[in-house]
């Protein structure tokens, strides 16, 4: 089996095997679970991959399961608490960025019926497209912030190479549109 590169270097950890093996490329279309996406992908910046992935389950733990309405109405607060806890990172600005794009995704969730539904009406987009489509309606969505994310969910190719079997394994999953 050909996997991609990085599963092969000697030194890569269980963690980042295991995301690699059954999250990163994958299409999800649950709402919430794309928000949680969006929350790990915002507040890996400036850190490494491998901290996010040891904290996802405080992470999700801390957002109230990533589910989008509650996480819209959290006030100070929940912002405070957010700022006192150890298990994720307590960057003010990352923290009021998820609480803003939570209350976007409502809007979003009103206008176009769901997060999902709105990806799917924007694809296909080129990357500097999404990347301006994101920073227009989003806060703290940089180009790799964007790039990644929606790499991670299916998007955007390059999560993993052809020849890996995570690969073809997701090619079976993807709607038809998907594939362009």
């Known amino acids: 089996?050909?996997?991609?590169?990085?599963?092969?270097?000697?030194?890569?950890?269980?963690?980042?095997?295991?995301?690699?093996?059954?999250?990163?490329?994958?299409?999800?279309?649950?709402?919430n679970k794309l928000?949680?996406?969006?929350?790990?992908?915002i507040n890996q910046a400036g850190l490494s991959w491998e901290t996010i992935l040891n904290k996802e389950n405080?992470?999700?733990?801390?957002?109230?399961?990533?589910?989008?309405?509650?996480?819209?109405?959290?006030?100070?607060?929940?912002?405070?608490?957010?700022?006192?806890?150890?298990?994720?990172?307590?960057?003010?600005?990352?923290?009021?960025?998820v609480i803003y794009n939570a209350q976007k995704l409502l809007d979003i969730k009103n206008e176009y019926g769901s997060f999902n539904r709105w990806l799917d009406l924007n694809h296909p987009l080129k990357k500097d497209d999404w990347v301006k489509l994101?920073?227009?309606?989003?806060?703290?969505?940089?180009?790799?912030i964007v790039s990644e994310f929606l790499m991670s969910i299916g998007y955007l190719p390059g999560a993993h190479k052809e020849t890996c079997p995570v690969y073809k394994k997701i090619e079976k999953l993807k709607p038809k549109w998907k594939e362009k």
């Open 1 to 31: 089996m050909n996997y991609c590169d990085y599963c092969l270097q000697p030194n890569t950890k269980d963690i980042h095997i295991k995301y690699h093996n059954s999250q990163y490329g994958f299409p999800i279309d649950d709402d």
């Open 35 to 41: 928000f949680g996406r969006l929350i790990l992908e």
């Open 134 to 144: 994101f920073k227009k309606t989003f806060k703290f969505v940089g180009r790799e």
């Open 58 to 97: 405080n992470f999700k733990l801390a957002y109230s399961k990533y589910d989008i309405e509650t996480v819209a109405s959290y006030t100070d607060f929940d912002i405070k608490k957010l700022l006192s806890n150890k298990g994720i990172v307590r960057n003010k600005l990352k923290i009021n960025a």
